[in-house]
């Protein structure tokens, strides 16, 4: 999983309907959690033994309205969260405090057991950073001021009308987004066991699906650019590099939250003509495959990425990752993240324009 990444700006979605007189309920809740570091590289698998503890706590709202149904047929929550996490390295790792909002749609809303999927994202904190001399093993993390990602998977016991008792699993990644280096970026998995407290009751009705609008297949192009700082030469000079590119993809719906896109992808990486003292070829072509998460104005994909000409790189694949917000039926602007495995290559700012 990798940038799961925006999704949870739902928040800030637009009615879809006219004005409902149902309330969305609040919340409160606590959360304590467990886990472990994946040594995704050789080159930070001494210092991922350690298991990382810490303690959050949440505000939300329970989305019941009828316009919070008709973005994807089911309801949701939403929210922010504050986070502490001690990563049990003092020396090298040292702790996180992060800040996230959140996005949660219920996969059943009925019953004493609920089960949900949440998708967060928000700054972080990091104590403790790379420093050539003073904690040269800390190749995670680069800067100070991060951003975390997760994705959760949960299970809400009831305990009355009010009280729930939350079991759930974790997958966390903090990251500068390939904007510095060294940034290979931390994949920690945690679970613990929570509590929640609903200040009013959710009145969770029953509702018929909503029907699929089916605009056909919708072409677009995207324009997207970035800015990296990149170490060069002997002395560890960092200078800093840009990259450009365009996206050529179609898209079709295949439910009111899914669709499929597939596209070409151009890109002129700066990066790679820096560190390579322009000797390298630093243009790319590539074909995409992917998948659109739609809520609202927003929309977050997920892409495979296939390279058909690439001679700097010996990979063959790569992921990238969008979230774009719909200013009118043309116009969308966002950010993209590419990433090859576990480590994130480069974030950028992208625009698109939507032909239909």
């Known amino acids: ?72 047929n089911c309801y949701s929550r939403a929210g922010f969260s504050l986070q502490y996490m001690n990563f049990n390295n003092p020396r090298v790792l040292g702790s996180s405090y992060s800040a996230m909002m959140f996005a949660e749609p219920y996969l059943d809303y009925q019953g004493d057991v609920l089960t949900s999927l949440r998708m967060g994202v928000g700054p972080s904190y990091l104590t403790k950073v790379y420093d050539a001399e003073k904690n040269p093993e800390n190749l995670f993390f680069s800067n100070h001021l991060s951003f975390i990602i997760h994705l959760d998977l949960s299970l809400h016991v009831r305990l009355d009308e009010r009280w729930f008792v939350n079991i759930y699993g974790k997958y966390n990644h903090i990251s500068n987004g390939g904007i510095d280096e060294p940034n290979k970026g931390m994949n920690f ?54 990259g450009y590119g365009v996206i050529l993809k179609a898209r079709k719906n295949i439910s009111r939250l899914n669709a499929l896109n597939m596209g070409v992808e151009y890109l002129w990486d700066g990066e790679i003509k820096e560190k390579s003292a322009g000797e390298k070829e630093h243009r790319q072509v590539s074909v995409l495959a992917g998948h659109d998460l739609a809520f609202g104005k927003f929309i977050f994909s997920q892409y495979w990425g296939t390279y058909l000409y690439a001679p700097y790189y010996n990979k063959h694949f790569f992921q990238r990752y969008s979230l774009t917000y719909r200013l009118s039926d043309h116009w969308h602007v966002g950010v993209t993240m590419k990433a090859h495995a576990e480590v994130a290559q480069n974030f950028n700012v992208l625009v698109e324009y939507h032909l239909k």
């Open 1 to 72: 999983m990798r940038y799961s990444l925006f999704f949870m700006l739902l928040l800030l979605t637009t009615p879809l309907e006219a004005q409902d007189t149902t309330s969305n309920p609040t919340y409160f809740g606590v959360k304590p959690q467990y886990g472990f570091i994946i040594p995704h590289s050789s080159t930070i698998r001494d210092v991922s033994s350690s298991n990382p503890y810490g303690l959050a706590f949440e505000y939300g709202w329970n989305l019941v309205q009828k316009k919070d149904w008709a973005r994807c």
């Open 189 to 242: 998995p945690t679970f613990g066991v929570g509590i929640d407290h609903l200040v009013e009751l959710p009145g969770m009705e029953k509702r018929e699906p909503m029907p699929l609008e089916d605009k056909g297949v919708m072409p677009s192009v995207g324009l997207f650019g970035s800015m990296k700082n990149v170490v060069t030469g002997q002395d560890d000079v960092k200078k800093r590099t840009f």
